[in-house]
């Protein structure tokens, strides 16, 4: 070895030595933070206070993004991070509550050892500080036998997965024995590929792994055609078996910690059809346990409704009308009767709780079985969804009793069209809020989406991301198919420039927004993007509007250049009436014989929309206005006539944007706009309550009365 490449040695090794010094003092912060995390425990226990606070578990999260954008670390990164500690200080708190810290558990579990049943199972131990002798067995079945029998106190068992769905059978171990549930865990799926040799996966002729693990890597095994998938009884078990044949054209999917257990070579990681794949157990016992009612609960039960019309409804309507909010429904056959069916149903509640008690005794009658699985501490819960924020102003000032005196009743009868009903406002009198990752766009918030055009290049749509959302942007747009006039202009950069605009989504963590021109486009950008626009060139494109209607993604339809109110609400009527109600609509200005700016942008659309339709309306001032002095006044006054927020073009040199650069504004324009966004009262957000009222009298009954809850 020559001198230089020791020295490198030697520098490597200093470097990381010092990581490792960071890496344990981390590990010492975080059981500081859990001391800390004990003593509020203490201080709770004397009190009525929740463990679980919604509002101050989101400002944690704020200000630690905060401090990361500051700092230049990943604001998603440390985002991941406190979720799992702020996880991890429930679940220490609640066996704080539940006095069952420490303590010896014989735990059974499905698979061998580096299953994620394992994985899942010492997670759930650890954070109630219990030591856990654990058992795997060969199938559900045997494991919950275990328990039922006595050779185990627990058994914890994967009830369902966020890419392949519900387990069936341990849903039928559930309704078969007296098994109750006491807790739940996650676990997030990080499946990979791994084999003895490092050889290409085409020359590969076997894949082994749980049913589970090949179905949730359906798309990757879908590409590898010469390979046979084999399901086998346990993911980690997989990877023993290839080990132990030493056969180079097998391999196996599971985790990455198996893979290095059996000493295999990674060939390919992170392959589940979706990243974001999270498997729930369940924490099974032969009893169900009592839980203090200041632990946020889930309650589970199995539910056989009577044998009349309306009977399931009328049972989620005592849940919903008593302030249960329900997270699972899932109906399973019932066994020896065909075509009738059981349902199992999880819901937000307590069953040590009086008005949780009041429910259940209720459900009992309209029934025809209930059996109540049990009362335990929720670690899923949906995370809550915002109102769009604006970054506070220096000085507040409030008109906003101003520009509510001066909103004026609908007429008495209003005007009803033919083309449309479901996107009518007598169809509904709320308005339609539409969630858009963790931010809400309708009601009462005001959202601002903002990019370029044309996403160009990896460093132009990050740092354009950055940019708006250090300056409070809630969404990331940024055009990849691009509808131009000329055929010989910049067309857009594709899928691959969709690649780009998701890591840049991913970096800041902003959803995004990109525009989809043809059917055949739909459902591969449904699977990337959190909305997918219409532009004003196909706000007529019948199939396409057809084909978004069948997806599950929100849809912001766009003006057409030349179209009525009337026609854009007719247009929405189609996604609606094909079963997708997510559209925002956005007015992008019109054609008239005005020639000063590129269209003219009609704002008196945002009073007519929501008067007519309960569909969330923003405003693009850029397109509607063509040049960018124009679009910081009119974007004031979108907010002051009562839009639900805005779409911006900002370029970070607006002057070599390879589409509309004479809209697209610069970095300190658009800080100047959103700097005084705030100060500019937001439009009558609420009704007038007569002409509520006339609307509730025009709506059938049964919305009126929904409309009372
Ligand atoms: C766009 O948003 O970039 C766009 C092409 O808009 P429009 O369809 O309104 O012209
Ligand atoms: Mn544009």
Not at 293 to 322: D, F, M, Q
Not at 442 to 457: I, K, L, T
Not at 505 to 523: D, S, Y
Not at 623 to 630: I, K, L, N, P, V
Request: charged share 20%.
């Amino acid at each position: 070895m020559d001198g230089q490449s020791l020295n490198e040695q030697a520098e490597i090794s200093d470097l990381r030595g010092s990581l490792d010094e960071l890496d344990s003092a981390i590990v010492r912060l975080i059981a500081q933070r859990r001391e800390v995390i004990a003593a509020v425990a203490k201080a709770k226990e004397r009190g009525s206070a929740t463990i679980q606070d919604a509002e101050r578990e989101r400002h944690i999260i704020e200000s630690v993004q905060a401090q990361a954008t500051e700092l230049g670390v990943s604001p998603s990164l440390v985002r991941r991070i406190f979720r799992e500690l702020l996880n991890d200080s429930i679940a220490l708190q609640t066996s704080h509550l539940t006095g069952d810290a420490g303590g010896r558990m014989r735990v059974a579990f499905q698979g061998v050892t580096h299953a994620y049943s394992y994985a899942a199972s010492q997670k759930y131990l650890n954070g109630y500080g219990i030591e856990g002798d654990l058992t795997g067995y060969r199938t559900f079945r045997q494991a919950a036998a275990a328990l039922l029998s006595g050779d185990a106190d627990l058994a914890i068992l994967p009830i369902e997965n966020t890419t392949a769905g519900s387990i069936n059978e341990v849903y039928a171990l559930l309704r078969e024995h007296d098994l109750f549930i006491v807790g739940e865990e996650t676990w997030k799926v990080e499946h990979c590929l791994a084999a003895v040799a490092d050889i290409p996966p085409s020359g590969l002729s076997k894949i082994l792994s749980h049913p589970q693990g090949l179905e949730q890597c359906a798309q990757f095994l879908a590409a590898l055609p010469n390979a046979t998938a084999v399901p086998s009884f346990d993911t980690a078990g997989a990877m023993q078996s290839v080990a132990e044949s030493g056969d180079p054209s097998i391999a196996a999917i599971g985790s990455l910690e198996a893979a290095a257990e059996y000493g295999l070579v990674v060939l390919c990681r992170n392959i589940s059809d979706s990243s974001d794949n999270y498997t729930r157990f369940v924490v099974l016992c032969r009893s169900a346990t009592p839980v203090d009612l200041r632990i946020p609960c889930k309650t589970s039960l199995i539910l056989v409704t009577r044998h009349e019309e309306g009977a399931l409804l009328r049972c989620l309507e005592i849940l919903a009308g008593s302030g249960h909010s329900m997270t699972k429904l899932e109906s399973r056959p019932r066994p020896g009767m065909p075509w009738e069916y059981l349902f199992f149903v999880d819901f937000e509640g307590n069953a040590a709780d009086p008005r949780t008690v009041a429910a259940l005794d209720e459900l009992r009658s309209a029934a025809l079985y209930i059996k109540v699985l049990g009362s335990y501490p929720a670690k899923v819960l949906r995370e809550p969804a915002r109102a769009g924020e604006l970054p506070v102003p220096p000085e507040s000032e409030s008109a906003v009793e101003m520009l509510e005196a001066v909103a004026a009743a609908p007429p008495a009868a209003p005007r009803r069209s033919s083309h449309y009903k479901l996107v009518d406002r007598t169809a509904r009198q709320n308005d339609t809020v539409v969630r858009v990752g963790d931010v809400l766009v309708g009601g009462d918030g005001f959202v601002v989406m903002a990019g370029p055009c044309s996403v160009e290049s990896e460093d132009q749509i990050i740092s354009t991301a950055r940019l708006v959302r250090d300056h409070g942007a809630h969404v990331l747009r940024g055009g990849v198919f691009k509808p131009r006039t000329s055929p010989y202009s910049f067309q857009g950069l594709g899928w691959p420039g969709l690649d780009l605009l998701v890591k840049a989504g991913r970096e800041t963590g902003l959803p995004i927004v990109t525009e989809v021109m043809a059917t055949g486009q739909v459902h591969r950008m449904a699977e990337a993007a959190d909305i997918l626009q219409v532009g004003a060139r196909n706000m007529q494109n019948f199939d396409l509007l057809r084909e978004l209607g069948k997806v599950d993604r929100p849809v912001l339809l766009k003006r057409g250049l030349s179209s009525t109110i009337e026609e854009w609400l007719a247009a929405a009527e189609y996604v609606v009436a094909h079963g997708n109600q997510q559209v925002i609509l956005c007015e992008r200005g019109i054609r008239t014989f005005e020639s000063a700016t590129r269209n003219t942008l009609d704002l008196s659309a945002i009073a007519v929309v929501r008067e007519r339709s309960h569909l969330p309306i923003i405003i693009d001032p850029s397109h509607g206005t063509g040049f960018r002095s124009y679009v910081a006044p009119m974007a004031w006054a979108a907010r002051a006539a009562g839009a639900h927020g805005l779409l911006i073009e900002v370029h970070p040199t607006p002057e070599q944007a390879l589409s509309d650069a004479d809209q697209s504004l610069s970095p300190a324009e658009f800080a100047h706009l959103m700097h005084h966004l705030a100060k500019v009262p937001q439009g009558p957000v609420r009704r007038p309550a007569a002409a509520a009222d006339q609307r509730a009298e025009a709506m059938p009954a049964s919305a009126r009365l929904a409309a009372h809850h």
